[in-house]
């Protein structure tokens, strides 16, 4: 499975930008999709996450504000973020789970300007 992240791009506070994660490879069936980003001098941290047959789950910083999805016919996961704060800035990472392989996209820079 190879995950390729993009979308990425410079934006200013309060606007609104959406990231996709192409995934290829086998066909698979993924127990875990998410999103996660560090910012400069972070840890990284989970933003979003669909649990196969399970909840959907946000940071809490997030909720309301970000909307995670996925396009199944396509294996494209997205992420939709509104009403975006300098504090959102960071790189974002895609990240599967598949049985027991844990897979990372090459993630995309996203810079909210204030």
């Known amino acids: 499975v190879q995950l390729q992240a993009s979308g990425g791009g410079l934006v200013e506070a309060g606007g609104s930008l959406t990231i996709s994660c192409a995934a290829s490879?086998?066909?698979?069936?993924?127990?875990?999709m998410g999103w996660y980003r560090q910012a400069p001098g972070k840890q990284r941290e989970m933003v979003a996450q669909?649990?196969?047959?399970?909840?959907?789950n946000y940071l809490d910083s997030v909720k309301g504000r970000f909307t995670i999805s996925r396009d199944n016919a396509n294996y494209v996961l997205y992420l939709q973020m509104n009403s975006l704060k300098p504090e959102d800035t960071g790189v974002y990472y895609c990240?599967?789970?598949?049985?027991?392989?844990?897979?990372w996209g090459q993630g995309t820079l996203v810079t909210v300007s204030s």
């Open positions: 490879g086998n066909r698979f069936i993924p127990n875990m």
């Open positions: 669909l649990i196969r047959a399970g909840p959907t």
């Open positions: 990240r599967f789970l598949v049985g027991r392989r844990d897979y």
